[in-house]
């Protein structure tokens, strides 16, 4: 079933057409991923999807509803979360409140209640709060729990991001390069953690990478662009046996040697 | 809330309460209107602080938030005789002769008024960021006070009020002070509280998790307003006068200054800071007289205390580049940790 689809997103910058005519399908419970060389657009698909910005022309479908041109926080309220590829924490917050504060979009008390800890807003908190407590264990970042969220190493940032990304119940999962600067094991643990998140919380996953190892072994269909264009798609074994990405893109990559 | 710590905060309203009770039977007028003014500047320093340091908005609009409030709280609590002493050139609107309401009524419709005027303020201008959100929220609240200089029939222009009743005393204010601070407490723990710092943090991420952002930054905006236009009514009653001129920029200017100095994003270094700047710009007064130090006499130089007050400023940005606290709060653990001072390695262990 057909949960997302892009008709023809571009965005232009000027003269510049950063990404020309994307046309995307993700499938329910569908790993799929969108590589190319940098620069070539797949951060400017991301922000046009998340409603960062809005695109010069094409449709965005998501359950069957356009969304293009509404705000970031309207289309995360609709299900769909996604990460950054250079991590966003609230650097000064706890881990806590970082995976709380997802929450708070799907408060229905008002202010008035939330000041003066009215009954609705006290269930309200302590689900929210065990919710968010779940998450974090879940996600293996129980023992930092209090600690400020700019204090953990690097990988559990990544982690913590996911996890906040999760509190907000999307649908879909949009990720940015989540393996960005991790070692070939914290690699490997990634792709069994993603694939784990999906089944357990149902997800349909749309990531940009770089990792060729991580895309080629998680993802059910990939999509190339290169300056914007979409030149390739499918699934992994014909992406790395098409000449226009292997010249493109593989050819050159280091990861696709090894 | 653990047992304990209900316990302790009860225990130190109560001191507070003995204290106010002692305060105002026995102390001169002067050290009474310090005190006053330390409670009524951490009403205006936490309303600041809540905009500013807890939500990231840089606004510069708080005297004329602080005009709506003293304005509306002095003509609701004049009397119809003194209203009349004091618009001698021009008479005052008809429905605001008559309009008299008890002093807690005038300083809530005050502070309403103030609200609201911060949402219609807010509406345009905090679709602008940073420095520009500054200069926006400096001109509206410049554009207030131009307009209170000419509506001649409503604020009695350039004149100001005067004789406004002297309702403020330490019990108003204190207990302003104490409800003001236990708002901004529940709101800032609350869900709500932690979207604002949110905002401060990455507006971006924020956004991408769902939090609306012009709602939020309208909704500190206007919380922030009401509690300034309430210390402004109480501000205006404590001083019995009040003026367009006293809410020029640099009353904002004095607001930010606690702010800054208590460490943006901390009440209680907000609460700190508003005691120490209220009252060391009066206890500095000593350095305007001559001094005599024995073997040479300084003679007084008007104005001396403001430089020493400014270069101990200085210091302070200097040296804590965070403010006093940063965006530390106090709490009853951290007290009772530093009395019972475990060796360092019993205390790492028990983390």
Not at chain 2, 208 to 214: C, E
Request: charged share 20%.
């Amino acid at each position: 079933m057909t949960i997302l689809k892009t008709d023809k997103i571009t965005m232009k910058f000027g003269g510049l057409t950063a990404v020309k005519e994307f046309s995307l399908e993700l499938n329910q419970n569908e790993i799929v991923a969108l590589i190319g060389p940098n620069g070539a657009g797949k951060t400017t698909a991301f922000n046009m999807i998340t409603g960062v910005y809005r695109p010069t022309s094409g449709k965005i479908i998501y359950n069957g509803q356009s969304i293009d041109g509404l705000k970031p926080d309207a289309i995360t309220r609709l299900g769909l979360a996604r990460t950054f590829q250079n991590i966003r924490l609230f650097k000064e917050l706890s881990v806590l409140d970082n995976v709380f504060i997802a929450n708070h979009l799907h408060l229905k008390s008002n202010i008035f209640e939330a000041i003066f800890r009215l009954p609705r807003y006290r269930r309200e908190e302590k689900e929210k709060l065990q919710k968010s407590e779940f998450l974090i264990e879940k996600l293996g970042l129980k023992d930092f729990i209090k600690e400020k969220s700019s204090s953990l190493p690097y990988g559990l940032q990544r982690r913590l991001e996911i996890a906040r990304a999760l509190a907000t119940n999307p649908q879909i999962l949009l990720l940015d390069e989540p393996a960005a600067g991790m070692n070939p094991k914290e690699t490997d643990d990634l792709t069994a953690f993603i694939k784990e998140i999906r089944d357990e919380f149902n997800l349909t996953i749309f990531m940009i990478e770089h990792h060729m190892h991580l895309v080629m072994g998680i993802s059910d269909r990939i999509y190339v662009l290169d300056h914007g264009v979409t030149i390739a798609q499918g699934n992994p074994y014909e992406i790395q046996n098409d000449p226009r990405v292997i010249e493109a893109y593989l050819g050159v990559s280091e990861d696709a040697e090894n | 809330m653990k047992r304990r710590d209900i316990i302790l905060t009860s225990a130190s309203i109560l001191l507070l309460l003995v204290f106010i009770n002692f305060a105002s039977g026995n102390l001169d007028a002067y050290k009474v209107r310090i005190l006053n003014l330390c409670a009524i500047y951490t009403v205006l320093g936490l309303s600041m602080n809540l905009i500013n340091g807890f939500t990231g908005l840089f606004s510069l609009g708080h005297a004329g938030f602080m005009a709506v409030g003293a304005y509306t709280t002095a003509i609701l609590t004049m009397s119809q005789v003194t209203k009349q002493q004091n618009f001698f050139l021009a008479p005052i609107l008809p429905p605001l002769d008559k309009l008299n309401v008890p002093f807690l009524f005038a300083l809530l419709i005050g502070g309403l008024l103030s609200a609201f005027v911060a949402f219609l303020i807010g509406a345009p201008a905090l679709r602008l960021k940073g420095d520009y959100l500054a200069i926006a929220t400096l001109g509206f609240s410049e554009i207030i006070r131009i307009v209170f200089t000419n509506t001649q029939r409503i604020t009695n222009g350039a004149l100001g009020l005067k004789s406004i009743p002297n309702t403020t005393n330490l019990w108003w204010s204190y207990g302003a002070a104490v409800i003001t601070i236990a708002i901004m407490a529940l709101l800032i723990n609350s869900s709500y509280g932690k979207a604002f710092k949110a905002i401060r943090e990455d507006e971006i991420a924020a956004e991408s998790m769902g939090i609306n952002l012009f709602k939020h930054k309208v909704l500190s905006f206007v919380i922030g307003a009401f509690f300034a236009g309430v210390g402004g009514g109480l501000l205006g009653s404590l001083m019995g006068t009040i003026d367009p001129l006293m809410f020029r920029f640099s009353f904002t200017f004095s607001i930010l200054l606690i702010i800054v100095l208590g460490g943006m994003g901390s009440m209680t270094g907000t609460v700190i800071a508003a005691f120490i700047i209220s009252s060391a710009t009066e206890l500095l007064r000593f350095l305007d007289q001559s001094i005599n130090l024995g073997f040479v006499v300084i003679p007084g130089v008007s104005g001396l205390r403001m430089v020493v007050f400014s270069a101990l400023l200085m210091i302070v940005v200097l040296f804590f580049r965070n403010g006093l606290m940063g965006t530390n709060e106090f709490s009853w653990d951290k007290i009772i940790n530093l009395f019972q001072r475990k060796p360092l390695i019993k205390r790492r262990l028990g983390q």
